[in-house]
């Protein structure tokens, strides 16, 4: 891992020969755009010259594979491919190739475009029949299909399709079911019924054995992988009303996890990536996410544009990414033309209705003052609502009071409704509207021939958000092309322009404090709170808080680039360049402004800033990406080999430039040139970059045995020159058993199964940048006025460490792929062991004398455990009908292996413990009362009495305290549940019939705790005060200790699950962390059902459409949880405090389910 | 384009490719070079260390002031906190300025940064300061620790080493720092640097001499070379002739508007107060003063009859058996014939309340009719807080007032040098006449006269000299509110008198014309904890006076110790 200068050199020397070649190669890309060529059929064009003595059939044919594009595809009972031949031919085309090599044989061949059809020549040789059923096969496009196998369902009976794709079978029962198979053709199955002519169209089989994936910097046939990667059909992620690639994609692979965060459902909302769990305690643990080979924003991607997706899972998979990759890859691939495909072009749409979920209803008024007043009680301090207030409250409700306040004492300050108020309103009810309405739109046109193919993609999505006084929304729109031309048999050019421009609109909510405290307050904020004053203007500042308080605008262009090209100069060498390049500016507009609320005395208020104020931020995030990448790929007999090397660099560079200006001059025209008040300026820059080498070989025998290497060394700008540099490598293999002779006996049964292993080292350069540089902040502004300014300020700079290099993360991954049943059954399992090592972690928990954050060390060690299951199921009855269903779960564990907690506290981390664990005192119940036996409590408080929590004195030392709270002592503190989500997984289910289809998928997880936030007023209702308190229906809130002779209207409620509520601190001492209230936070989610239409191709072909669909489709109608009814198991984890949420759980923008109707409609 | 991709790879070759220094940040090595970086680096510390007048005042968790809870620390509820940490991260930062400075040093001349590194003296003081009294003994560190300094380890240090090396800091600070009055906006000046400085000795000597014989005291202590330090700080500020008490000659305002002046600029009394401004500071919540708009109602806050009753009869004697004395039946009778600082103090019914633009006025009566209806208007002890108030309502403004907040103030160097001198025991009368007979003249109260004290039997501390009182019940009575009260309580170990065992009662209850939800004691006074604490506050002499230490950090340091009757 030293730095390695010779590498440097040679890296150095033979780019800048390259560099030549990619100048030309850029130079000759221009031109290949200007080009247009003829539709010559690709078999015309082509000149071969081949040279055999007497070599088996098999290599001949390999040779033809090897050095052009076409693929023979034959059926190896009937054709026999060890036949020895001889040939020696200069120059020639192709069909009189084959002419000559079987001359003479009954084989006859056919030419698809780029596959060669090898069947059985019809030799006449049928029998006398009675009843005869014939017919002809052909693909999709029409063109008869030779060599498809026709069966008679049950027997051995059977023929194959000649040349011109026809059959013949004598001697058919009439209730025969005739089976048609041809490989990389679905299966069908015809019943007879009567009929003598039997034509059917094969149709290609887009998911199975031949599968190719895509995998870095290249593809692979899915039954060569050895390595563990998913993959994921862009249609899956169509015809859905969300917006985000993440929300559409979650739940699709076991162990992809995909969270919200704190913005929650917010129209444009960003969300968190993850692969197989926790990776790091401190660095990044999210994967890499690509788009065509470059890392993107999936945010700015439209999902209709995307043909595929492979997650990367293991080492090996991802170890050619490096540093890059630690935690796997999203490889994204976007819809290209294809070669020789008609123009197409394609409408979607989808409009749909979303109706937030989960959003907390308030109790009534009257309730909810008596639980308050009763905690006030409790800890003996004054009601927060007077005798003389309850009475206006409860005039309220029974009509007899006509005013939301005291006429004689009306509110005169801001804030005070909520307190002195009679209403009773359902805030979160009132701000949250129950419906909006969305919409996207999708055209793309796509086509090719030999020469050149392209795509062309534009799309509109419009999401408003929930609001009910002002607005929200997010507006996305997309341009996409994708271009390849061919410009000689061996260079081929590609370029792809990818253009997004996203919108959002927010209401500033509080100007001092932002929107999320919005979510705040109006689950906070008393129904008490008038709406209106008497004289019926708005006193609600609230809501005058969404009308007024200034808008924040984003407005943000992703623009990027791909020039490419391809070099072949000889059949399986392959050179591909490419230069990409991402600009993102964004532009960002706030204008604080004062906001004035009318109060009941007639005064105004402001709850808006002093002066109005304008914010402006520009940004401009520049990235390069450039690879080279040359591969070899060659067939010797059984051999396979294929070898890739290159070389790539990356840089960000990243610059922001902020200004803001008081008093402006009128709100209508907010600028800083239209301000008259002090203007402050500041900026922000920084850059970082990484550059790499890396390689892989490629090793099968008869695709029987699979080896594959691969590494990469990386350098990144993150680290001091001496630790700099990492050199990550990985190895895999395969056994594909059911290859092997002996297998046969066992492929009725298992027509697959192929054993898999990886083992590989990867680097984690996901760190903050300049993390080993001692810095000084300064800062503008003080919050200070010293002799009339606010001054800049600088600050200690934080400990750091000079040494800080990689986290490496090395994984092990063994699993199998298996078939069953004509592989209509499939199963993938992965089992794996992930260590992270040379963890960054606090050096040593020290003492307080130091005075800093201890620096961060690459001395701790993680290990995350876990596997997947895919389970799939898929069948085709008939022609009119096959079905679907698949189910897979993912698991992950991390245990801290090693850090530097010599003391062995429990409240950080220490070797051995199990992240996400919670550490708690076990309840023993509700005192009853008086002087009832129990604990020495006063640990946490000098006074207990009837209602308060008891709890278990684990070390019976008579006392419950956590003692030193170190694993050797940790009193009467133990490990109460584990907030680790366990058991991801995904049913999806599907058929169709006829012209019907039909698809649901189900997302959840199978185990996770969860302890609600002490703040959490949508759980414990009653918090220490009664400003951050709230009580809504559906949760446990007022199921708190009320004694036996209670004569509220409450009553009493002695077996209660909280204990009594204090308007103090002192409540702390009744909800220490404790077994009780560890609450169940499994769930399982009906996130996405469809139901579509086709119209039947009679139909839609007089209305100039090859294809027309139409759907209706939901997100997130159904869920069922283990918590309590108004929680969401999604919303509550993304607000928790713990986990990045805004203030505390339930604290948060709620998501929505949603209805949609769309059309489909192909050109 | 191909030149321009060719020039992106040429740079791959470039051995700097992977060297990124930060664009928008300076590495410490560039930093330290020119006193104006001095000057930006102790800019920071402004925010931290200067305690404001805050609203309804801040002596809440003493005998002065209640709210409508009772306070942790006095009712003895207090608990060992486990995890968590004792706040070091200035002295390292106060540190590192001292360990740096020095890059200046070699290379201008003291003239041109002694400010700043007076004020970084200054500042150093503040920080230890405020660990000395939370915990008493503390590490004293004047360097910058690293991962493996063998001081991390340090024992505490004594409180009387940590004391002497903060008051011979402030020598240090006071030395450097600027001597010109400055308008008090600005930035700190030596005579600020004596006032604290006389403040800590007189903390450190008084804690020394009282808690003596307490778990609290320290082995050897020096409780007169403090005193002296005291008269020797005061003595050069009041030499100095800068400072004098605010007054205009009117006896019945000028201790009242002192505080809710709108600018301190050219005030003689004022020493250091905050600005506000709201250009500049554009709506920055931790950056507004909207004091008099929250003091409008009392929302829970008010004095307590024990800080009532600490008011003297305007003849100087005190109330009990003082026929100048109307009782308590009314706030109005109470208020007659007193030192006029109970008014100027508290608010009375027929006080205005509210001065609108058009000329209305409004009284606090209005507020006193309606005292405990709601939230806003509860007050547990019925003294409502008029000190700091002003009833301009054009200086009414919800969040984006800009009332200045007064931050030191001149009276404290008088009262720190008489009650240094009673303690010295060497005071005289012409040391009264220079200090306690200018706050009494000021709101037309007889002076003190030394051979003359009247004998209070309410005497706080009646087993202590009747001047030693006397000069308490002045600094008790003259800085009402202003959050010395707690500091004062610790340092004389005096809860033993006022807090253990009692309870804060408030105005005679029958006043209260509409709704009362506290409770009233036998004698018909509000007695708000009554339900909550009936044995009175459980305040712990032995324990509570300081913070206990996170077990979590006595783990890490062996050789740290618990506080006294936090256990360990």
């Known amino acids: 891992m030293k730095k390695n200068e010779p590498i440097r050199e040679l890296l150095c020397h033979s780019l800048k020969k390259i560099l030549l070649i990619m100048r030309i190669a850029v130079i000759l890309l221009l031109f290949g755009f200007l080009q247009t060529r003829a539709n010559s059929a690709y078999s015309q064009k082509i000149r071969l010259s081949i040279n055999f003595l007497n070599t088996e059939l098999v290599n001949v044919l390999d040779q033809i594979e090897n050095e052009t594009e076409f693929l023979f595809l034959y059926n190896e009972k009937l054709i026999d491919s060890n036949r020895k031949v001889s040939i020696n031919v200069q120059n020639q085309g192709i069909e009189d190739i084959l002419k000559l090599l079987f001359a003479g044989t009954d084989v006859g061949y056919s030419i698809l475009d780029r596959k060669i059809i090898l069947s059985p020549l019809e030799n006449g040789s049928t029998i006398q029949q009675q009843k005869t059923v014939t017919g002809k096969v052909t693909d999709s496009s029409g063109a008869s299909l030779p060599g498809v196998s026709v069966v008679v369902k049950g027997t051995t009976t059977g023929t194959i399709t000649n040349i011109d794709g026809k059959y013949s079978l004598p001697n058919i029962p009439d209730d025969a079911m005739l089976v048609f198979s041809f490989v990389g053709m679905r299966i069908q199955e015809i019943s007879v019924a009567g009929k003598s002519i039997i034509n059917i169209t094969m149709e290609e089989e887009t998911v199975g054995i031949e599968e190719v994936v895509a995998i870095g910097y290249g593809t692979q046939k899915k039954v060569n992988l050895t390595g563990s990667i998913d993959a994921v059909s862009g249609e899956e992620l169509q015809n859905r009303s969300a917006t985000k690639v993440a929300d559409l994609i979650k739940g699709t692979s076991p162990n992809l996890n995909i969270t919200m965060n704190s913005r929650g459902g917010e129209p444009g909302a960003s969300s968190s990536w993850n692969i197989r769990g926790t990776g790091s305690i401190q660095g990044n643990d999210s994967p890499l996410l690509l788009v065509d080979g470059v890392e993107m924003n999936l945010n700015n991607l439209d999902p209709e544009s995307i043909e595929s997706v492979s997650i990367l899972k293991d080492a090996s998979a991802s170890a050619i990414y490096g540093s890059r990759a630690p935690f796997g890859v999203v490889l994204i691939t976007t819809k290209k033309g294809k070669q020789g495909e008609k123009v197409h072009i394609e409408y979607s749409n989808n409009l749909s209705l979303a109706s937030p979920i989960k959003v907390p209803s308030f109790v009534d008024a009257l309730t909810w003052a008596t639980a308050y007043n009763q905690a006030n009680a409790n800890a003996g301090t004054t009601a927060t609502y007077s005798d003389e207030q309850m009475e206006r409250i409860r005039g309220y409700m029974d009509g007899t009071f006509p005013y939301e306040y005291d006429p004689n004492n009306p509110i005169n300050n801001i804030w005070a409704g909520r307190r002195n108020g009679n209403a009773n309103n359902n805030w979160p009810q009132i701000m949250i509207k129950d419906h909006s309405f969305s919409q996207k739109h999708n055209v793309n046109v796509s086509g090719g021939n030999e020469k050149a193919q392209y795509y062309i993609s534009g799309g509109y999505a419009d999401q408003p958000g929930m609001y009910t006084y002002g607005y929200d929304y997010y507006k996305r729109y997309n341009y996409m092309t994708n271009f390849t031309s061919k410009i000689t048999n061996w260079l081929s050019f590609n370029s792809s322009v990818k253009y997004s421009k996203s919108k959002t609109d927010y209401p500033l909510g509080e100007t001092t404090v932002g929107r999320d405290h919005f979510f705040r307050e109006i689950i906070m904020f008393a129904p008490m709170m008038p709406m209106y004053n008497i004289n019926g203007t708005i006193q609600c500042p609230l809501v005058r808080l969404m009308q007024d308080s200034g808008r924040d605008k984003t407005e943000s262009n992703d623009f990027f680039i791909t020039l490419g090209a391809e070099l072949e100069p000889v059949k399986g060498w392959k050179t591909n360049f490419s230069y990409n390049h991402n600009v993102i500016t964004s532009k960002n507009f706030v204008n604080p402004r004062p906001v004035m609320v009318e109060l009941g005395d007639g005064s105004f208020g402001n709850i808006g800033k002093p002066a109005s104020t304008y914010e402006s931020t520009y940004s401009q995030n520049n990235y390069t990406l450039c690879n080279i990448v040359t591969s070899y790929e060659k067939k010797l007999g059984n051999h396979y080999f294929k070898a890739l090397i290159g070389y790539e660099q990356e840089e960000t560079m990243f610059s922001n430039l902020y200004a803001t200006a008081a008093n402006i001059i009128t709100d209508e025209v907010p600028s800083i040139s239209t301000a008259l008040g002090a203007t402050t300026v500041n900026d922000q820059l920084y850059h970082w970059a990484t550059q790499g080498v890396f390689g892989r070989l490629n090793y099968n025998f008869k695709e029987k045995f699979l080896l594959e290497f691969s590494a990469r060394y990386n350098g990144s700008s993150r680290f001091a020159k001496e630790s700099r540099w990492g050199f990550f490598p990985s190895a895999s293999a395969g056994y594909n058993i059911s290859k092997e002779n002996f297998w046969a006996d066992i492929e009725p049964y298992v027509n697959m199964f192929k054993l898999r292993g990886s083992y590989g080292a990867l680097g984690n350069q996901n760190v903050s940048n300049y993390l080993y540089l001692s810095t000084i902040p300064i800062t503008n502004e003080l919050n200070w006025i010293i002799n009339g300014e606010r001054p800049p300020y600088a600050r200690v700079p934080a400990l750091v460490s000079d040494d800080l290099t990689w986290e490496t993360i090395t994984t092990l991954n063994l699993g199998f792929d298996a078939g069953f049943l004509n592989n209509r059954l499939g199963l993938v399992f992965d089992w794996y062991d992930r260590k992270t090592s040379d963890m960054l972690g606090p050096s040593v928990t020290l003492p307080y004398i130091l005075g800093a954050s201890t620096p961060q060390s690459n001395n701790a060690e993680l290990l995350t455990k876990g596997f997947e299951i895919v389970l799939k199921w898929e069948d085709r009855i008939s022609s009119d009908f096959s079905y679907e269903a698949q189910i897979s779960i993912g698991d992950s564990k991390s245990t801290i292996l090693k850090y530097k907690n010599d003391k062995g506290l429990i409240n950080t981390w220490y070797d051995d413990k199990e992240v996400g664990e919670i550490w708690g005192y076990v309840t023993d119940g509700l005192i009853q009362t008086a002087g009832e036996e129990m604990p020495d409590q006063s640990y946490f408080y000098s006074k207990w009495t009837p209602g308060d929590m008891k709890y278990k004195d684990l070390n019976n030392d008579g006392k419950v305290n956590p003692s030193t709270s170190t694993l050797d002592d940790h009193g009467d503190l133990t490990v109460i549940g584990n907030t680790t989500p366990r058991y991801n997984f995904g049913i999806t289910a599907g058929f169709n019939w006829k012209g019907l289809d039909f698809m649901m998928f189900w997302q959840g997880l199978g185990k996770r705790d969860y302890y609600p936030n002490i703040g959490s007023t949508i759980f414990w209702g009653m918090t220490t005060g009664y400003g951050s308190s709230g009580i809504y229906e559906d949760s446990p809130a007022l199921n708190y200790w009320r004694p036996a002779d209670e004569a509220n209207l409450l009553g009493p409620n002695t077996d209660a699950y909280f204990a009594k509520p204090y308007f103090t601190s002192q409540t702390n001492k009744n909800r220490q962390t404790q077994s009780r209230y560890v609450l169940n936070a499994s769930y399982i989610r009906l996130k996405s059902i469809q139901v579509g239409y086709t119209i039947p191709p009679k139909l839609s072909n007089k209305l100039f459409l090859q294809k027309a669909r139409v759907y209706i489709s939901g997100e997130n109608l159904i869920t069922f949880s283990g918590l309590p009814k108004n929680h969401d198991p999604e919303t509550i984890y993304a607000s928790d405090p713990s986990n990045g949420g805004y203030l505390t759980n339930g604290v948060i923008y709620p998501i929505s389910s949603t209805i949609s109707v769309g059309v489909n409609l192909t050109f | ?568």
């Open chain 2, 1 to 568: 384009m191909g030149f321009f991709a060719m020039s992106i790879i040429f740079t791959a070759c470039d051995e700097d490719f992977l060297q990124r220094a930060p664009l928008d940040e300076v590495t410490s090595l560039d930093y330290f070079k020119s006193p104006s970086d001095l000057k930006v680096y102790v800019n920071q510390y402004y925010t931290s260390y200067f305690p404001q007048y805050a609203n309804h005042g801040s002596d809440y968790g003493t005998d002065n002031q209640i709210r409508t809870s009772v306070d942790q620390r006095l009712e003895g509820t207090r608990t060992v906190s486990t995890s968590g940490s004792i706040s070091f991260g200035n002295v390292r930062s106060i540190n590192y300025f001292f360990d740096q400075y020095k890059k200046v040093e070699e290379k201008f001349d003291i003239k041109d940064y002694q400010q700043y590194l007076g004020e970084a003296y200054f500042f150093r003081a503040l920080i230890y300061f405020d660990l000395l009294k939370t915990y008493g003994d503390i590490q004293w560190i004047t360097t910058e620790l690293g991962t493996s300094s063998p001081e991390l380890y340090n024992p505490r240090d004594p409180r009387n080493v940590v004391a002497d090396n903060i008051i011979s800091v402030l020598d240090s600070a006071a030395m450097y720092l600027t001597s010109e009055k400055t308008d008090g906006a600005s930035r700190v000046n030596k005579w600020m640097a004596l006032l604290i400085q006389s403040r800590i000795a007189l903390y450190e000597g008084t804690w020394e001499k009282y808690h003596a014989s307490d778990p609290f005291g320290v082995s050897n202590p020096h409780p007169e070379k403090y005193f002296n330090k005291v008269v020797e700080a005061t003595t050069a500020i009041m030499e100095s002739g800068k400072y004098d008490l605010y007054s205009t000659g009117k006896p019945s305002s000028d201790y009242k508007d002192l505080f809710a002046l709108q600018d301190y600029s050219s005030n003689k009394e004022v020493m250091f107060w905050k600005k506000y401004n709201n250009e500049l500071s554009r709506g920055d919540v931790s950056f507004t003063n909207d004091r008099n708009f929250r003091m409008e109602t009392p929302s829970g806050n008010t004095f307590t009859k024990q800080m009532a009753d600490s008011y003297l009869c305007s003849d100087g004697k005190p109330i009990t058996g003082n026929s100048l004395f109307k009782g308590y039946t009314t706030l109005n009778d109470e208020m007659q014939n007193r030192d006029p600082r109970f008014s100027q103090t508290i608010a009375a019914s027929n006080d205005v309340w509210k001065i609108y633009t058009d000329g209305t006025i409004k009284y606090w009566s209005e507020v006193y009719k309606k005292l405990n209806t709601s939230a806003d208007y509860n007050a547990p002890g019925g003294y409502i807080v008029l000190k700091g108030y002003n009833p301009h309502m054009i200086y009414h403004v919800q969040q984006y007032e800009e009332s200045p907040a007064i931050i030191y103030r001149y009276a404290e160097v008088l009262l720190n040098y008489v009650e240094a001198k009673a303690e010295l025991g060497t005071i005289t009368q012409a040391d009264i006449d220079k200090t306690i007979k200018k706050f009494r003249g000021r709101v037309g109260m007889p002076n003190l006269v030394l051979t003359n004290i009247a004998v209070d039997p309410e005497w706080d501390f009646p087993f202590l000299s009747p001047i030693l009182n006397e000069i308490r019940r002045e600094r008790r009575v003259e800085l009402a509110a202003e959050g010395f009260r707690w500091d004062d309580i610790a340092r004389w170990a005096a809860a033993d008198e006022l807090i253990v065992g009692k309870r804060p009662q408030g105005f005679f209850a029958s006043q209260i014309t509409s709704i009362n939800p506290f409770p009233v004691d036998e004698d018909g006074f509000l007695d708000p904890f009554k339900k909550a604490i009936p044995n009175g506050y459980g305040f712990v002499v032995g324990r509570d006076y300081l913070n206990s230490i996170p077990t979590s950090e006595i783990v890490l340091n062996p050789n740290l110790t618990q506080n006294p009757g936090w256990g360990n």
